[in-house]
């Protein structure tokens, strides 16, 4: 029998992105789904207003949406996925984890605890182990395990694959799509013909995170990578995919096609949500492009290309899907690795 699920958040873009990827998932069955209370007590059908090209799931339409709240949830749920605002999440997430249910969360709170698990499957699974140190310290039974930001996601795995080469300090840029900030966060006035060269707390989080994911796990603590990450973060006219222009220093002075090659040949993870490659790259210099390279390996893919030495090391672009894999598919995977390591 499948573990089953509950997705906290339910009606929001990222919530229903998670709703679409476990309706059909192998090892997950959806259980309850809960929201605000203005869509309680309603069905998911009317309180969703589904906006995913790909239609409702019939399986979860008629579901009546609970109100957010460990209350709301039944016993036999195994594991909770969260796409809270990071506001609400902070508030309800430790009182799931407290009632004893494990939680994976895309919120943005929390995420740079010390006994909090910032985790991608391909890149850190060891971070893993930070559950345990959790569940001591705070006496909890559940566990809350989160996955990072959708630009910093899109970039750590090809720093990942950058290692072997001696990564010293990374400079990025990005150009991220409207749908990253929600249904309602950017009015078309505002966006179109235009770039909004600011987008609040998001360089801080691409420098912050991407340092614990990079770092090291010693059994007790994560240390975060040495390596210098500034970020500008820049919201543009797309609909989905962040593109990124990243400059790496390195220590060593690689060929453009030995990095090229370092990336294409990094190793993915045997979980169902994994794709095989996890970074496609592309030899057109053009490429990637978001409207052409956003849904690589199912949207689960990071898609890398324009390769090329600069004088401290290299500069490429890399590019993934903000609300698969920065965001739905990302808690999704955390989700498998959860079960896989035998935490539910």
Not at 31 to 59: C, K, N, Q, V
Request: glycine share 8%.
């Amino acid at each position: 029998m499948s573990p089953r699920v509950a997705v906290l958040g339910a009606t929001g873009a990222v919530g229903q992105r998670l709703v679409r990827l476990l309706d059909p998932h192998p090892d997950f069955e959806i259980a309850a789904l809960t929201a605000s209370a203005d869509s309680a007590g309603r069905t998911y059908r009317d309180a969703a207003e589904w906006r995913l090209e790909a239609p409702i799931p019939d399986d979860v339409a008629d579901v009546a949406v609970a109100e957010t709240g460990p209350e709301a949830v039944p016993d036999d749920v195994a594991l909770c996925f969260s796409s809270l605002p990071s506001d609400v999440g902070a508030a309800v997430e430790p009182e799931f984890v407290e009632a004893g249910y494990v939680v994976s969360s895309n919120s943005s709170n929390a995420r740079l605890d010390d006994d909090v698990p910032l985790t991608i499957p391909e890149i850190n699974p060891d971070h893993l182990g930070l559950v345990e140190v959790q569940r001591d310290e705070r006496g909890w039974d559940g566990a809350l395990v989160k996955n990072p930001n959708c630009s910093t996601i899109t970039m750590v795995p090809t720093l990942a694959a950058l290692e072997t080469f001696g990564l010293e300090a990374v400079r990025v840029s990005t150009l991220q799509a409207v749908s990253g900030a929600g249904y309602s966060g950017v009015t078309s006035m505002e966006i179109l013909d235009n770039v909004l060269p600011q987008i609040g707390g998001e360089e801080r989080k691409m420098e912050t995170e991407s340092r614990k994911l990079l770092g090291e796990f010693d059994g007790a603590a994560v240390h975060d990578h040495d390596a210098v990450v500034s970020a500008s973060c820049n919201r543009v006219p797309t609909l989905d995919g962040h593109l990124e222009n990243v400059w790496a220093e390195l220590a060593d002075d690689p060929t453009p096609a030995a990095v090229a090659e370092a990336m294409r040949s990094y190793p993915g993870v045997d979980l169902p949500s994994s794709p095989d490659p996890l970074i496609e790259v592309f030899e057109a210099p053009d490429r990637p492009q978001p409207r052409l390279d956003r849904t690589v390996g199912g949207g689960m893919a990071v898609a890398a290309g324009g390769v090329q030495s600069t004088p401290d090391g290299v500069q490429y672009d890399c590019l993934a899907h903000n609300t698969i894999r920065g965001a739905a598919g990302a808690s999704v995977l955390n989700g498998e690795l959860l079960l896989e390591e035998g935490y539910m």
